[in-house]
């Protein structure tokens, strides 16, 4: 059946031999349990434990003379719903920090009480979940021209401080064990980024990537530029990435700079990452009132970054297998405080070349403001059930990719 869905995909026309479309894939899912949570603990299955389930589509069309033209496009599925978009586990709930007029710096009475709270739906509504708008094509949508000189791309892609967090992750984003489960609200990283256009190299280890992106209507208004690069050898590999972008009012904001080296000792690898981030003008606020009261000024200041993530981990192959370990901190420099810190174990075992089962662990610290849960890789956990509530979590996984 695969031979023939593949066959039929195989493109027709003068050029058969030189074009050719390819159908692939990734499915996994798997039971979890999480403490922690208000309401206590919750058991749930869910999808893109290890990694987001996906299926796609590539294109490529040998143009001759070492020009070759490409196109991606990549899609999210849900496998415990059928959908292509998720929400955390506690739903809308917001850290304590930005739900309520105290906490925000607000006078506490019954209209601050309730604006705050119509304002906290808002944002949860729009920021925190994954694919919230809903798009077919959510992970991935480009074309570009492979040159003897680099690739040119456009479309939506991954940025590139979020290509080097991804290396130098021990755990390779999967498990609620990934230091990326540490910045998930506010988002710590921008990872993919529509309306872009991207400039590629890959030469003697070395990939270097070039990616500018705006908004749908104007150049200065959710404008982005990032820059990064990789060298890779048998032993040894490092990498360095910078992200910046405006919100939608014009003035900067979400920033990134993030460094990894990794070792490999033959049986195992040492890896680790530091992202330094800082944002001063958060995005998605600019409906929000600023008067009579300063509503909108008091969700900046809560909403603002400066913060460093930190990560090491170690990973041992038992042949096809793996043992991932792994320690992750976030130290917040804001007067709120709210660092988090979690560690972790994920043991895959591996049933052939295209199937494997994953056992995984993490226990999330959460400091005396600190107030997150855990997912994975194609997930968010969400909010524990107050500030300084620690979070654990056991899950057991199948991956299968096609």
Request: hydrophobic share 40%; aromatic share 8%.
């Amino acid at each position: 059946m695969k031979k023939a869905v593949m066959l039929g995909l195989v493109l027709v026309g003068s050029s058969a031999q030189a074009q050719s479309l390819q159908l692939y894939g990734l499915v996994d899912a798997g039971v979890s349990h999480m403490s922690g949570l208000r309401g206590g603990s919750v058991n749930q299955i869910n999808s893109g434990i290890m990694e987001g389930s996906r299926w796609g589509l590539r294109g490529r069309e040998d143009l001759g003379g070492g020009y070759q033209a490409i196109f991606t496009l990549e899609s999210r599925v849900e496998l415990d719903t059928g959908t292509s978009t998720n929400r955390p586990v506690t739903g809308t709930q917001l850290p304590d920090r930005v739900s309520t007029p105290a906490a925000l710096g607000l006078p506490d009475t019954p209209v601050t009480r309730a604006t705050v709270t119509a304002i906290g739906a808002q944002l949860a509504n729009t920021e925190f979940g994954v694919n919230i708008p809903g798009r077919l094509f959510d992970r991935q949508a480009f074309v570009g021209l492979i040159t003897p000189f680099g690739a040119f791309l456009a479309g939506r892609q991954y940025t590139p401080a979020f290509e080097v967090a991804a290396q130098f992750d021990i755990f390779n984003l999967a498990t609620a064990a990934s230091p990326q489960q540490l910045v998930a609200f506010p988002t710590g990283v921008d990872i993919r980024l529509s309306n872009s256009a991207a400039y590629r190299i890959e030469k003697n280890g070395f990939t270097g990537s070039i990616v500018a992106a705006a908004s749908e209507d104007s150049t200065v208004t959710g404008r982005f530029i990032g820059a990064g690069g990789m060298y890779k050898s048998d032993r040894f590999a490092a990498g360095l990435a910078y992200n910046t972008r405006n919100n939608e009012l014009g003035d900067k904001s979400l920033t990134n700079t993030v460094a990894g080296a990794s070792l490999n000792l033959g049986s195992g690898t040492f890896s680790t990452e530091i992202n330094l981030i800082k944002d001063d003008n958060p995005s998605g606020l600019s409906a929000v009132p600023a008067a009579p009261l300063n509503f909108r000024g008091a969700f900046f200041n809560a909403l603002r970054q400066d913060a460093r993530l930190f990560h090491i981990g170690y990973r041992h192959m038992f042949g096809a297998n793996s043992l991932a370990l792994g320690y992750n901190h976030l130290d917040d420099k804001r007067p709120s405080n709210a660092d988090v810190a979690s560690y972790g174990a994920a043991y895959t075992y591996v049933l052939s070349k295209r199937t494997d089962l994953t056992a995984a662990v993490a226990h999330l610290d959460n400091k005396e403001r600190g107030q997150l849960a855990l997912g994975g890789n194609g997930y968010l956990g969400g909010v524990s059930e107050r500030a300084g509530q620690d979070v654990n979590s056991v899950s057991f996984s199948i991956r299968h990719r096609f």
